[in-house]
């Protein structure tokens, strides 16, 4: 079998919000990005050089004080990690 059907996924509608290529996705995305960070006072960034992404105090100038280097997303785990954890 192949398709959504092979892995249980449910099938989404291309441009729909849950299309996670919808610009109406990525807005919602960025928009609750924002606000963990505003919350968390963590930024989100990446290495100019290679794009690894890091975590970083707000209040720091991009690429100091880096707080958590080498952030994954385990797929099994379902949560990011660190190395750090």
């Known amino acids: ?3 959504a ?5 449910a099938a989404v509608a291309p441009g729909s919000e849950a ?4 610009p ?6 960025l928009l609750e990005l924002a606000e963990l960070t505003a ?3 963590l930024v989100l960034g990446g290495c100019m050089c290679c794009g690894s992404p890091y975590l970083q105090p707000l209040d720091r ?3 100091e004080g880096v707080v958590h ?3 994954a997303y385990d797929r099994a785990a379902g949560r990011y990690v660190t190395a750090a954890t």
């Not at 299309?19 to 919808?22: A, G, W």
């Open 1 to 3: 079998m192949t398709g």
């Open 5 to 9: 059907g092979a892995t249980g996924a």
């Open 19 to 22: 299309d996670p290529n919808s």
């Open 24 to 29: 109406e996705n990525l807005a919602g995305f």
């Open 39 to 41: 919350r968390r006072r």
């Open 61 to 63: 100038a991009e690429g």
């Open 69 to 71: 280097e080498d952030l």
